[in-house]
């Protein structure tokens, strides 16, 4: 059996995903769990999509003490607290966090939240181009399994893997980590660009120069280039940077445009963003485009300031 910790869009569409390839699937709501399991359906989160024979939801983590492998689809920010909390019982298993983002409080990325707070578990993490309504629906999907430990990671990617969802394995743990988490604050920069009316050329220039600072960062603190130039960076950049279905693009589109956002949709690069900046300012790297998204989320700067800025930086070779 495989776990999967989290209802939301992503979570129920990975776990749609894996039952109806026949595998048995349990998913930990902290909520509505009895409405799912009597309706077969998740219609807040995921509207439209039948839960398949194999999936059973449940709001007991103790459903999960069989579960070979488990999959974490919880807020980047709540991942920490969930773990230190009620998800310690899940210490000793296989944990794939499915979240992308750098934690605020410690400026690491989710697998040094899995060991920090489950000790003997082995983490990995999922990540890479993929939005929930095309897994759930069965829609082809390539993804990034990283995780340090190579036989572990095999076990998984063949565990985890479908017909339609093919899972792409490395050991480079950083760079996929990275690769995910900075993509989205990029997205933010693309859906800004294109909410203000600056067009499609900008989006362009936009997204090459923030994938120098996704590669610049990550490389930095001992990732693989190639890692960047794969699923988990490039591939990730590339549809978050322009479909409206990203959550991240959307509310950039919105900050340019100067219209309201929903507040009660988790946009992860707003937050990766302010913990980007930190820790480019503690390592001594110029991120310009990730400090311009910061600034504009915190409501430091304007937005025709914040062009001005990136517009009015010296001329130098690419």
Sequence with gaps: MIGVVGAGAFGTALAVALARDGRAVTLWARDGAAEMQATRRNERRLPGVILPDGLRATDSLDDLAQAQAVLISTPMQALRGFLAGPGAVLDGKPLIACCKGVDLSTLTGPLAVIRATCPTSTPAILTGPSFAADIARGLPTALTLACADTAQGERLQNLLSTPVLRLYRTEDTIGAELGGALKNVIAIAAGVVIGAGLGDSARAALMTRGYAEMVRLATHLGAKAETLAGLSGLGDLVLTCTSAQSRNFRFGQALGAGQAFDPTVTVEGAATARAV???????????????????LVAGQTTLNDAVATLLSRPLKQE
């Design 277 to 295: 900046t930190d820790l480019a300012a503690r390592e001594g790297l110029d991120l310009p485009v990730t400090a311009m998204v910061a600034a």
